[in-house]
């Protein structure tokens, strides 16, 4: 890997570990998730940085891409177990990190937000080239299920690459059988999610999280789609983003007429199949005999 490139997924990475250290200090029973993920997403750009999608703030039972809404009056409560996924860019080279937070302290959260921290640690410690990618796999549903639990089979970790968040290669939370060889300069984001539950998710509701998929033309709002085709390219992005800049009505008419024409992807939110609480932790690694944990 070249250097520059080096130092860019380096950058991502430190202002990523700075923006979840700066999360911490958010996360109190009361606060507004809105505020939360706005304040979190502005301290990337304080930094230097950009969001690499927007701060997935999923509660519970939700394990991934929920992101609220312009305006959104939920709260933190006592008892949630809030995960905290962000990403961040520098020129396009990324770092995506996760924690688990409780909201109180919960002995059932405890437990989880140490299984999927034990697993990704235990992940992590057998990067280098050669490695099969399912023995990443083996070591996560060991940590998760030696501590009562189980790794949710259905999401994954993934390699990363310029301006793409998922290059291809998916990371397993269990034993999925791929042999594949890690290579030298590959990015991974490893991201074990844990749960008493089935070990499954379903899609909920829109995550009004949106991605280029494609060029195109639309009847409104084609400075919108102008915008994200400049600033995100195929990176994902929030509607509460668009609004902000757009308005509300303009934003709606454009996004409905976008992903009927399938220029953008539309996200859903993942929530546990049996509704049970669901923790998660995530590092990038870039693999070397001596693996680089960018976001440590």
């Known amino acids: 890997m070249e250097k520059e490139t ?16 700066f999360a911490k200090t958010l996360l109190k029973e009361g606060a507004l998730l809105v505020d939360i993920a706005d304040k979190i997403e502005n301290k990337i750009i304080e930094l230097g940085g950009k969001p690499a999608f927007p701060v997935n703030l999923s509660i519970n039972e939700a394990a991934a891409h929920y992101v609220p809404a312009f305006k959104e009056t939920t709260v933190l409560k006592e ?18 990190t996760a924690f688990s937070y409780s909201i109180g302290k919960l002995e059932e ?40 639990f189980q790794p949710i089979r259905n999401l994954t970790g ?41 070990g499954l998710v379903v899609e909920g509701k829109s995550s009004e999280v ?7 033309m639309v009847r409104t709002g084609r400075d919108i789609l ?18 902000k800049k757009f308005g509300l009505l303009k934003t709606n008419l454009m996004l409905r007429e976008a992903v009927a024409k ?18 998660q932790a995530e590092h990038t690694v870039i693999v070397a005999e001596e693996p680089i944990i960018t976001t440590k």
């Open 6 to 21: 080096l130092d860019k997924y380096k950058e991502a990475g430190e202002i990523a570990s700075k923006a979840k250290e």
């Open 79 to 96: 008892g949630d177990l809030v995960k905290v996924d962000i990403g961040v860019h520098v020129d396009g080279f990324i770092a995506d």
């Open 109 to 148: 959260n405890e437990k989880l937000i140490v299984a999927a921290n034990s697993a990704v640690d235990a992940a992590v410690k057998l990067v280098k080239p050669g490695i099969a990618v399912n023995e990443l796999g083996i070591a996560i549903a060991k940590e998760i299920t030696s501590a009562g």
């Open 158 to 198: 993934h390699m990363v690459d310029e301006y793409n968040l998922h290059a291809g290669l998916n990371v397993p939370n269990y034993n999925n059988g791929n042999k594949t060889k890690l290579e030298e300069d590959m990015v991974l984001a490893i991201e074990p999610f844990a749960t008493p539950g089935e």
């Open 210 to 216: 949106f991605k280029l998929e494609k060029l195109g």
């Open 226 to 243: 102008m915008h994200i085709a400049e600033e995100y390219r195929t990176l994902p992005f929030a509607k509460r983003w668009l609004v």
């Open 262 to 279: 399938g220029i953008l992807k539309e996200y859903k939110v993942l929530r546990e199949k049996t509704g049970e609480k669901v923790s």
